[in-house]
């Protein structure tokens, strides 16, 4: 299997504009969460997918964030419209369970720079 | 909630030199947690993972050890290597949550 696969790697856009992320998780992977990386508040959880149904989105910054997964092989993390504080690397990772007792699988992340 | 801690933020180490990262959280009722690996630019690689009901964790040159009731976690390098710069992170998943809080790392550098 490939891994998580997550595009763009990089995304530079201009304060106001929608930006989407998208994400293919592991093969046969139930769980799919989101997560935004900056240096200040570390690594924070956005959001999680269990067989596709959003269980917990309390970690969603804001209403201009929103996230799908429409089948078992694709997630979008949209941000509308985009401001300079959501620049950040998100990423994207995939399990076979719970976090609380399996591997989780990270992909290579997403660079945002909202100017 | 859980809160994890890692201190040093950074630490620079010989090349063959033994070594103890540390981790620390909150709520000792702790149901497991992860030790992951971070390269520049890239996603985070699991290297440990130890249960609340395990003590200890073993993967070739790398131990992980979890005492709940001090509210703390250990990884141990043993004969350093340039390769194994990086940055550290760990993470805990509280009971009742299943959702992993991270720790911001501990960024290693090992000089040859």
């Known amino acids: 299997d490939a891994g998580v696969i997550q595009s763009p790697r990089h995304e530079v856009t201009e304060m106001g504009q929608e930006v989407t992320l998208r994400c293919k998780p592991i093969?046969?992977?139930?769980?799919l969460f989101w997560y935004r990386q900056t240096m200040m508040r570390g690594l924070e959880l956005l959001i999680y997918f269990n067989n596709n149904v959003p269980i917990d989105d309390s970690g969603m910054p804001e209403d201009r964030f929103s996230a799908k997964m429409p089948n078992a092989s694709f997630s979008t993390l949209k941000i509308q419209p985009s401001e300079p504080r959501d620049s950040a690397v998100y990423f994207c990772?995939?399990?076979?369970?719970?976090?609380?007792?399996?591997?989780?699988?990270f992909g290579e992340g997403s660079r945002l720079t909202v100017l | 909630k859980q809160e994890v801690t890692q201190i040093p933020a950074a630490l620079s180490v010989p090349e063959g030199e033994n070594l103890v990262l540390n981790c620390s959280f909150t709520?000792?009722?702790?149901?497991?947690l992860q030790w992951f690996r971070q390269d520049p630019g890239k996603g985070l690689t699991s290297l440990l993972l130890i249960q609340s009901s395990q003590r200890e964790q073993t993967s070739g040159r790398l131990n992980a050890s979890l005492d709940k009731s001090s509210g703390r976690s250990t990884l141990y390098i043993a004969a350093s290597q340039p390769g194994d710069s990086a940055t550290y992170l760990c993470?805990?998943?509280?009971?009742?949550?299943?959702?992993?809080?991270f720790g911001k790392g501990t960024k290693l550098s090992v000089i040859p």
């Open positions: 709520d000792s009722a702790i149901y497991n």
């Open positions: 990772a995939s399990s076979l369970s719970p976090t609380g007792t399996g591997e989780l699988f």
């Open positions: 093969s046969g992977h139930d769980y």
């Open positions: 993470a805990g998943a509280g009971a009742g949550s299943y959702q992993l809080t």
